[in-house]
């Protein structure tokens, strides 16, 4: 990097907020243009903060990925709640993301709440916008101007990489001056064992309905690099023997489904040919277990 280069170089920290399924984790996705953080179309499907960090000749951004905000009931989504709201605490820029398509008004509304107590520089993504008329968008933009005072709205398809560049130019340029702080060809501070455990959770959450997802956590038991072969022992918990059968699935084939997919991902991942074994057990109440949350990295 020339002088001048490195005198305008800036760096920092932005918090990706927002209602469950507003297109946090399929936004940070595209940025990076590989896979970091898991998605699926049921809310909630992010529970840990993921970091993910973008460097270009000017600038390093290093996104977190924080999981929905919502109302919460079970300990589990208290605990997921309060890791959102401290990404307003340690973040530089705040990057408010609204899916513009389906609302969900009692998120915006706490969010809201919590913006307006920050001096930090918000700018708001209206994301989805390829599902909504063009006169829909213009009257959100408006909506939301009146509501608090944010740096840019940006109408935005994170999905379809529409508009993505904008967002990207608004936060650089919010980004305080400064050097790297992580080395140039880091791309993520996620482990392997913690993405083997999030993309077997994804094939829970996008394979099964009803309440299985919300009940499902994934534990990584061991995890062994060989000289041809990665073998991976994981456990997925459920809180009720009958969530167990339907994970199972008739003869088996619901959990060697989720075996299946999960393993091409990570194989895909690491590199390296994966043997994935899953086993299912019953967990009961761990959603509401405080010692459980804390072993299972919630």
Known sequence: MNKKNEDNFRSGFVGIIGAPNAGKS???NQVLGQKISITSKKPQTTRDRILGILNSPTSQIIFIDTPGIHKSTTLLNKRIVAQAMLALEDVDVILFMVDASSRNYSAEKLILSQLKKTPKTVILALNKIDLVEKAQIYRLVEEFQQLSDFKAIIPVSAKNNIQV?????????SLAKGPRLFPEDTFTDVSEKFMVKEIIREKVFRL??????????????????????????????VIRD?????IIGKKGSMLSQIGTK??????QMAGQKVLLKLFVKVTKNWVDNSRLLDEFGY
């Open 262 to 267: 999960a393993r091409k991902d990570i194989e």
């Open 242 to 246: 009958s969530q167990k059968g339907i």
């Open 208 to 237: 099964t309905g009803m309440e299985i997802p919300y009940s499902s956590a994934v534990t990584v038991d061991s995890f062994v690099v060989e000289k041809k072969l990665i073998v991976i022992h994981a456990s997925i918990h």
């Open 26 to 28: 399929t936004l940070l």
């Open 165 to 173: 560049k904008n967002i990207l130019e608004e936060v650089e340029e």
